[in-house]
């Protein structure tokens, strides 16, 4: 999403200068006072390089809206003391895969749903077989979609190094305690999820991998 907002704001007019900052994470997000608020900064964003006035912020950040703002991620999560059957919200789960959000819940409070942060770790793996041996071209994915992998293809011809295709992986949110929910921060791994992730692909794919 935010690549083609990029591109779209872009190619808009020859007079727009747009300029793409990385590394710049937003830390937090508030309103601007009416008395000091002007046409161009109704938000104010916190980042490690400085202050970022502006009139609208487009979230494209999955479940790290409801980082920023906390009104997003509906009810409140559950401590881990608090975890059992009995104190979970109804339509709140910790574990989505067993315990599904019951929608349409005349019981369930306003506001009880939101944008539930959940970390999944990535993984890549360089696969044995050139394209034309691999066997399949596709994404794919198993244990209900808790893990996912597709091969990337663009380094494969000679022309751009003739490498073998890599696959990339993600999920492994059933290796984890608690499936990694409630996580926004995605600068370090799980210790659970990693070993789990490293055999997906080799255990599938013991000959191409």
């Excluded at 919200?89 to 369930?108: A, K, V």
């Excluded at 070993?195 to 013991?206: H, N, T």
Aim: proline share 8%.
């Amino acid at each position: 999403m935010a690549t083609e907002l990029f591109r779209e704001a872009e190619n808009a007019s020859p007079n727009v200068n747009i300029r793409l900052h990385t590394l710049t994470p937003v830390t937090n997000a508030t309103v601007v006072p009416d008395e000091m608020a002007d046409s161009q900064s109704r938000w104010s964003l916190q980042t490690p390089r400085g202050d970022i006035g502006c009139q609208y912020v487009i979230h494209a950040t999955n479940a790290y809206a409801s980082h920023l703002l906390p009104f997003l991620a509906g009810v409140e999560s559950p401590t881990d003391k608090e975890a059992t059957d009995d104190a979970l919200t109804p339509g709140w789960s910790l574990n989505t895969l067993e315990r599904p959000l019951r929608l349409f819940n005349r019981d369930t409070p306003r506001g009880a749903f939101g944008v539930i942060p959940t970390r999944g770790q990535i993984g890549t793996v360089r696969t044995s077989v050139g394209p034309k041996d691999l066997g399949w071209l596709n994404s794919w994915d198993e244990h209900d979609g808790d893990e996912y992998w597709f091969p990337r293809y663009q380094d494969t011809k000679q022309s751009t190094g003739g490498k073998n295709p890599l696959v990339v992986l993600g999920g492994g949110r059933r290796f984890s305690t608690h499936k990694e929910t409630g996580i926004t921060d995605d600068s370090s791994v799980n210790p659970e999820t990693s070993p789990g992730m490293k055999k997906v692909i080799p255990e599938l794919y013991s000959s191409e991998i």
